[in-house]
């Protein structure tokens, strides 16, 4: 199931998922950016209430450079991804590839195997939000398993 949806600005979305977070939310330090540059806004540990003994809430910004894009990977969270700034182009798991645009957003299921995201503008930068909610010691992300036939099994 694919889901879009516009929002009147980046600052809207930012101020509905601190709220979300509390007051208690732990801002992080800027993480090493990646040469997508990657940077860890925001984690914290959802309240009691709603299981936060095991869950967190994460939020990160991540801007591709023209013509940029990441491997091939999968997420076990589910994640909500809103694009501040140019265009992004993806594929994830039985979708068609789409492009989605400064307002836009999608989301991704837990574990569903995301084969394109990248800029897709050869000449200007794009910029995305992505927000999730995972279980405390689980990895954002993964790289995509190798097929066998691309490793060199037969």
């Known amino acids: 199931m694919k889901f879009i ?3 009147q600005g980046s600052t809207s979305a930012l101020l509905v998922l601190l709220a979300f977070m509390g007051t208690r939310s732990i801002c992080a330090q800027a993480a ?24 967190r809430a994460t939020l990160i910004s991540v ?7 990441s ?27 789409a492009i989605y645009n400064a307002g836009e957003s999608f989301y991704e299921p837990p574990g569903a195997l995301h084969t ?13 939000l992505a927000f999730f909610v995972c279980d405390r010691n689980t990895p954002l992300s993964s790289d995509a398993p190798i097929p066998p036939s691309e490793a060199g099994h037969d």
């Open 116 to 128: 394109i995201s990248a800029n897709a503008s050869k000449d200007k930068p794009s910029r995305f």
């Open 5 to 7: 949806c516009k929002m």
């Open 63 to 69: 801007q591709y450079g023209p013509g940029e894009a």
């Open 32 to 55: 090493k950016p990646n040469r997508n540059r990657v940077r860890t806004i925001i984690t914290s540990p959802l309240p009691p209430h709603m299981r936060g003994d095991s869950l």
């Open 71 to 97: 491997p091939s990977h999968t997420h076990a969270c589910p994640v909500i991804v809103y694009v501040l700034e140019g265009k992004m182009r993806s594929k994830i798991d039985g979708q068609a590839e």
